[in-house]
């Protein structure tokens, strides 16, 4: 599965350990970046539009953290289960059987 297949294919949620540590990061990366925009404690100057900065500051740091944790359920095929069956190997071939 490539990366864009699984960005966009694969189900949102399973069972496995993996997807619930997933889960919970998005939901603790969320709750963590609006709650800093809002409370602000660097003492920003956000200026006139003060609404409006601190909404695209949400939806920025959001997105951020939906990428990360949509990352945290990627896993790679691990190779080794192909080096048996011959399949992507160009090193052997089907017509070569020992």
Not at 35 to 62: D, R, T
């Amino acid at each position: 599965m490539s990366l864009s297949d699984h960005f966009f294919g694969a189900p949102i949620c399973k069972c496995t350990v993996n997807y619930s540590l997933a889960w919970f990061f998005l939901l603790l990366g969320y709750s963590f970046v609006i709650s800093i925009i809002l409370v602000n404690p660097l003492e920003l100057k956000y200026g006139e539009n003060k609404n409006v900065i601190q909404f695209i500051l949400c939806i920025a740091g959001c997105f951020l953290v939906t990428i990360f944790s949509r990352c945290m359920c990627y896993k790679k095929r691990d190779p080794e289960e192909y080096i048996l069956t011959g399949d992507n190997n160009p090193y052997y071939s089907a017509t070569e059987r020992v």
